[in-house]
């Protein structure tokens, strides 16, 4: 059984800062890839940051600059260091991760999200 618990989230002011965490827990392998994805009211869920096993990152365009996601692999934790938030930073953010437990293949396991609000 494998579990992805997020924490962090919360109510800022627009041009404040917050920062997620989210750590896989239960039988892992291995963890490959580590991502954030955001859901704003009425809209799809979309990539926000990922990180590979190696490091390589790739970030959605609205957050360059402003976001920050790395990893502790030793925790199996990723990170979200969110600056300058705008209202539009608003959603439930989940992170998942793809890994490798006792099971033949890959895995993708989503954490149950948390909202960051960003007011005006």
């Given at each position: 059984q494998v579990q992805l618990v997020e924490s962090g989230g919360g109510l800022v002011q627009?041009?404040?800062?917050?920062?997620?965490?989210?750590?896989?827990?239960?039988?892992i392998f291995s963890i490959n890839s580590m991502g954030w994805y955001r859901q704003a009211p009425g809209k799809q869920r979309v990539l926000v940051a990922r990180i590979s096993s190696r490091g390589n990152i790739n970030y959605?365009?609205?957050v360059k600059g402003r976001f920050t996601i790395s990893r502790d692999n030793a925790k199996n934790t990723v990170y979200l260091q969110m600056n300058s938030l705008k209202p539009e930073d608003t959603a439930v953010y989940y992170c998942n991760a793809v890994l490798v437990t006792g099971q033949p293949g890959e895995y993708l396991y989503w954490g149950q999200g948390t909202q960051v609000t960003v007011s005006s």
């Open positions: 627009a041009g404040g800062s917050l920062r997620l965490s989210c750590a896989a827990s239960g039988s959605a365009d609205s």
